[in-house]
């Protein structure tokens, strides 16, 4: 992560980030295409004011702010489509390759989260952000992003016991 | 947290789906038109100052201009007169042949005046004395500067003084 974005690397930092920043873009919309412009989007915008890469917190942060922008856009289409598709079940792509059915419970349990405990794993997991970092980007303070953090892994857990 | 390390190991294997090499090409595109000055789609950078404080400076300015307006154009009346009046009275009267020349040397005319409102206080409702009828008591302190000059030798004249003006508004009742 030892990039300052410009002309030249700005691939190497988006190969880097790009899938992080997509699953993290995919706890708002459930359309991988959709995903992809809102960090299209994000990481232009932020490529274009030179920002130091090292200041990661700016980036998500704007790639929640652009998802969150494309819901309130979007909810016409959305109401439009749910009505279009009544009845049928909805196709929802995977946010992981998954390799066997352990992965998969997982990935499953990842999905009955809370949205607040899931957006943090998704960052300190999957984004290798530091409590710090998540906190700039989510605003919250670092005690509470660390304690939705630990509730988030101990409800996963719990939620994989066998019954 | 080493409850859940081993948790957060398996979670660690779950790899995140890869972007599609399109977006790749789409940020590509996005990028070399931001830098020829045209990224289609992508939000504008912001000016560094905001435009509502933008705005209201604009029109807390144009107020001033206003009041300094009114109120130059009234004191412009009262000081015309004035220094009319307090001419020598040889202005007044005809004159011999030849005195046409220190007449018009001895003559300041005025050139301009600035009555900049530098602060407005409401003081609320008041009785003016013998009045049934309430008024509104506004406190205006203003820095009055005029300007005369000499048209023929060039010299100016230039006063500044504070001021303060009461204004009694009458209030209408409903």
């Known amino acids: 992560m030892d990039f300052i974005a410009s002309h030249e690397n700005w691939k190497n930092c988006f190969s880097e980030v790009a899938p992080g920043l997509l699953l993290f873009a995919r706890q708002w919309v459930q359309s991988a295409a959709d995903a992809e412009d809102i960090v299209q989007e994000a990481f232009v915008k932020f490529w274009r004011r030179n920002h130091n890469i090292h200041n990661r917190a700016l980036l998500y942060s704007a790639v929640r702010s652009i998802a969150l922008d494309f819901i309130r856009r979007d909810k016409r289409r959305a109401r439009r489509e749910a009505t279009v598709y009544a009845g049928t079940e909805p196709s929802i792509e995977p946010q992981f390759e998954l390799e066997d059915d352990t992965q998969s419970a997982l990935a499953a349990a990842m999905d009955s989260l809370p949205h607040d405990q899931r957006e943090v794993l998704v960052l300190k997991i999957w984004n290798d952000l530091t409590f710090s970092e998540i906190a700039g980007a989510l605003r919250i303070s670092q005690n509470t992003a660390a304690s939705r953090y630990r509730y988030a892994l101990s409800n996963l857990k719990k939620s994989l016991q066998p019954q | ?174």
């Open chain 2, 1 to 174: 947290m080493n409850d859940f390390s081993e948790f957060e190991n398996e979670l660690k294997k779950l790899r995140p789906v890869q972007p599609s090499p399109v977006l790749f090409e789409r940020v590509e595109q996005a990028l070399e038109s931001c830098g020829a000055g045209a990224l289609a789609g992508a939000t504008p950078v912001r000016p560094p100052y905001n435009w509502w404080w933008l705005g209201f400076g604009l029109a807390t300015a144009g107020i001033v201009v206003l009041f300094a307006a009114i109120n130059f154009e009234r004191e412009h009346r009262l000081d015309t007169a004035t220094v009319a009046q307090s001419s020598p009275a040889s202005e007044m009267r005809p004159e011999a042949p030849g005195t046409e020349q220190s007449r018009v040397t001895g003559r300041f005319v005025p050139t301009g005046g600035t009555n900049v409102v530098y602060n407005a206080r409401d003081e609320g409702l008041h009785f003016a004395d013998g009045s049934e009828r309430p008024v509104r008591r506004v406190r205006y302190r203003t820095q009055q500067i005029w300007r005369w000059r000499n048209p023929e030798t060039g010299a100016s004249l230039r006063v500044s003084y504070p001021s303060e003006e009461i204004v009694l508004i009458p209030v209408s009742g409903q």
